[in-house]
């Protein structure tokens, strides 16, 4: 009886432990590593970039979890912060942004932290085109989309 009573508080721990897992993964939802990009969002800027900054813990996993690229892009009309990726992406994929660069920016253009960012999908940098996310804003660096 001892060891049905053992299994039985054994089973319910297990069923709790998935059940609280599953809950954590469902609010996160697919694409859960990007989720405040938005498609209806979208927009395109085009400016020369102030500067280029690395900035530590930016949320990502394993080696993404060293530092992001973020970018300050000056308009014809405003200053935006521009969130690129991973510092570690950038670097395996020789992505190279500098202070001075004109580019064109594909992105999500969201409020954090009560200031207009923009995510970014796509830079054009001369006759060079990086992407950073798929169609739907995935990031690449997450494995969706990534080729070998």
Do not use: C
Not at 42 to 66: C, F, K, M, N, P
Not at 81 to 93: I, R, S
Not at 135 to 145: K, T, V
């Amino acid at each position: 009886m001892a060891s049905l009573t053992r299994l039985s508080i054994l089973g319910i721990s297990t069923l709790l432990t998935v059940a609280a897992v599953s809950l954590v993964v469902a609010q996160a939802g697919p694409g859960a590593a990007s989720p405040m990009y938005d498609v209806k969002t979208e927009t395109t800027i085009t400016g020369t970039v102030q500067s280029v900054d690395t900035v530590t813990g930016a949320g990502g996993r394993g080696r993404h979890a060293l530092g992001g690229t973020h970018l300050m892009v000056k308009t014809d009309k405003e200053t935006l912060a521009v969130h690129v990726g991973p510092t570690a992406y950038l670097t395996e994929k020789q992505i190279t942004l500098a202070k001075g660069d004109s580019l064109e920016i594909l992105g999500s253009r969201v409020a954090m932290d009560n200031e207009s960012v923009v995510i970014a999908r796509q830079i054009q940098k001369g006759d060079k085109t990086f992407m950073l996310r798929d169609a739907s804003g995935r990031p690449l660096w997450s494995g969706h989309g990534r080729k070998p």
